[in-house]
């Protein structure tokens, strides 16, 4: 009963240094999502996936980029790290893509990321 | 625009008192509106919703909230705080035929003493 994993779990990067946080979920949702939460700022939402094959911007795209490699995955890389991007980044996961859909999101426990 | 606004950056109460964490929203239309806890170093979790209907939701570990349209609020609420409730508690708003996307308030952060 996993739900959403996501790896790592820590990293620490030197500025300019690249890495991909990975995460897969196995609940056969149609939509991922990659927020990142910073204190007193709440959770803000970087890029989703509303189905295979297609990815959109959030709040905040600017240094990210990612990759829906199949229904259960969904990748998210930082290809010239900076410590603004020093965070904790959450995947998470929904069924029923349609607009009028309530279903809730399912969250991994995160990776926390670091930049030197 | 949507937009989320929890009020207090933190909640203290006693054990055993009720306790409420108040969120306030703004969105056009019809809104969709949702409590999440998080736990130290773990994901959010999913407490409740509300979609349409009965404006008392009732929701996991005892929580319920309330949806006020004229004062456009969906406020947490517990009859009687358990220290484990301690936790992060956010709320978040998404427009009824919209896309995917969530808007997070900044989170509360519930302290309940023995």
């Known amino acids: 009963n996993a739900g959403v994993t996501q790896t790592p779990k820590f990293q620490v990067l030197k500025t300019g240094q690249s890495m991909t946080l990975q995460c897969a979920q196995d609940?056969?949702?149609?939509?991922m999502y990659w927020y990142r939460q910073d204190p007193g700022m709440g959770l803000r939402l970087i890029y989703y996936?509303?189905?295979?094959?297609?990815?959109d911007k959030g709040e905040v795209p600017n240094g990210y980029n990612v990759s829906r490699l199949n229904k259960r995955e969904f990748s998210l890389r930082l290809e010239s790290a900076a410590p603004s991007q020093t965070s904790v980044y959450f995947c998470?996961?929904?069924?029923?893509?349609?607009?009028?859909?309530?279903?809730?999101?399912?969250f991994g426990d995160g990776t926390r990321l670091s930049i030197l | 625009a949507q937009s989320v606004a929890q009020p207090e950056d933190q909640v203290n109460v006693a054990e055993g008192n009720p306790l409420t964490v108040k969120c306030t929203y703004s969105?056009?239309?019809?809104?969709?509106l949702f409590w999440y806890v998080q736990y130290p170093n773990r994901g959010l979790q999913f407490l409740l919703k509300?979609?349409?209907?009965?404006?008392l939701v009732k929701g996991s570990y005892g929580f319920e909230a309330e949806f006020n349209k004229s004062q456009t609020s969906f406020h947490l609420k517990k009859p009687s705080a358990l220290v484990s409730d301690s936790a992060l508690y956010f709320c978040?708003?998404?427009?009824?035929?919209?896309?995917?996307?969530?808007?997070f308030g900044t989170g509360t952060r519930l302290q309940v003493f023995p």
């Open positions: 978040a708003v998404r427009r009824f035929y919209n896309t995917d996307k969530l808007i």
């Open positions: 998470a996961s929904r069924g029923q893509a349609r607009m009028n859909s309530n279903q809730p999101q399912h």
């Open positions: 609940m056969n949702h149609n939509s």
């Open positions: 996936s509303a189905s295979e094959g297609t990815t």
């Open positions: 509300y979609i349409t209907g009965d404006n």
């Open positions: 969105v056009s239309g019809n809104p969709y």
